[in-house]
């Protein structure tokens, strides 16, 4: 299979798709790679070690946008490479199309076969290929949220673990997943006062036995939430639900009543954010204040730590790449179940039923349109 890695045009993305670690194990497979130019500059993956990799280096990702039977991306396409696709294309990435639909409709037109990482699934209710980036996020929205803490950021100038004789920030984390648990064992590790909220009773338990008395854990409900994120000096959202849109549980009332120069770090804002206040920010410009509470809401947080998050990406997703191109998508997605799980456009229908239902859109059953 000839598979194209294109550059990143997201702002301030430095991820790449593939490795020169991932690029020689698929060449050593007979499968035919091309790199877009430069690709991995930025995070210490030069041109010479995709060539030593067995990769063919293009200038522009036009030829490989044209030529590729498979593009292997990070980040959902943009309106251009959209617009790139052509029909029976293969493409394998993060789309997060729920609160996209302008994305989504892009995919549609294009006709192209649409794998979204966010949605393929494992045997254990898992999901593998978002798992490695919500850690890095998780971990991320502590770092964030200390930052824009301090007073020079907007912040109210509030040191996460206080110091002797001085009392440590109130965090409020919304959602015990990986996010969650992974914003919680920064926030423990720097001495802040942690709250943990979620609607599933075993999840909290299991967050429980991770740090004891260390995290407070609540279950999710409106008066619950409404009382703690208004008494918190940091509050992050890690709410998902597969597919979905990410529901809004942070009223823009709750953020009328925070203290001024509180912090809100938007995990969720690939989903559509799950503050009523939340909007989209790049790492260029990450932060807007409302009501005199500080928003972090970057799309892309682990493209901050690339290349810790490209090796750690590229560990989930190559077993999956190497099937599909291996066995070609058809054959691979009607074998594997959890792979079918991730595919979310196919040649022009919506295939995820999450999806359709937050878009409008008509459904069609993955496994109808495989006949799996």
Excluded at 21 to 36: A, F, P
Excluded at 112 to 135: H, K, N, Q
Excluded at 157 to 177: E, M
Aim: net charge negative.
């Amino acid at each position: 299979m000839k598979i194209g890695i294109p550059k990143e045009i997201k702002v301030h993305e430095y991820r790449v798709g593939m490795t020169p670690t991932s690029v020689r194990e698929l060449t050593r497979l007979g499968h035919q790679i091309i790199v877009e130019s430069n690709i991995g500059l930025g995070i210490g993956f030069d041109d010479k070690a995709y060539e030593n990799a067995g990769a063919t280096i293009t200038a522009t990702a036009d030829l490989i946008f044209a030529e590729a039977e498979m593009i292997v991306k990070v980040k959902e396409p943009q309106p251009s490479e959209c617009k790139k696709l052509r029909s029976g294309q293969l493409l394998f990435t993060y789309l997060h199309l729920a609160p996209d639909p302008k994305q989504t409709q892009g995919l549609i037109d294009s006709d192209c076969i649409a794998i979204a990482y966010e949605t393929v699934t494992d045997r254990f209710g898992g999901l593998p290929l978002l798992a490695p980036m919500s850690e890095v996020a998780g971990r991320m929205s502590i770092q964030a949220g200390a930052t824009f803490l301090e007073k020079g950021n907007g912040g109210c100038g509030i040191l996460l673990g206080g110091v002797a004789g001085v009392s440590p920030a109130k965090v409020v984390i919304l959602g015990g997943g990986v996010v969650g648990a992974n914003a919680a064992k920064m926030a423990v590790g720097l001495g802040a006062q942690v709250t943990v909220f979620d609607k599933n009773p075993r999840r909290l338990n299991e967050v429980d036995w991770l740090f004891g008395s260390r995290v407070q854990t609540l279950y999710s409900t409106y008066d619950m939430i409404e009382k703690h994120v208004i008494d918190a000096d940091l509050v992050i959202g890690a709410v998902l639900v597969m597919g979905a849109a990410a529901p809004e549980l942070v009223t823009h009332a709750m953020v009328q009543n925070m203290r001024a120069g509180s912090v809100m770090v938007d995990v969720a804002i690939d989903q559509g954010g799950c503050f009523e206040t939340s909007r989209p920010t790049t790492h260029a410009d990450p932060t807007y204040i409302v009501d005199d509470v500080v928003h972090y809401c970057v799309t892309n947080m682990p493209g901050a730590v690339a290349k810790t998050s490209t090796v750690a990406l590229n560990n989930a997703t190559l077993p999956f790449i190497i099937a599909l191109a291996e066995k070609g998508y058809m054959k691979a997605l009607q074998e594997d179940e959890h792979l079918r799980q991730g595919l979310n456009i196919f040649k022009g229908k919506v295939t995820h039923q999450a999806v359709a239902n937050d878009l409008n859109l008509p459904y069609a059953a993955a496994a109808q349109v495989l006949g799996a």
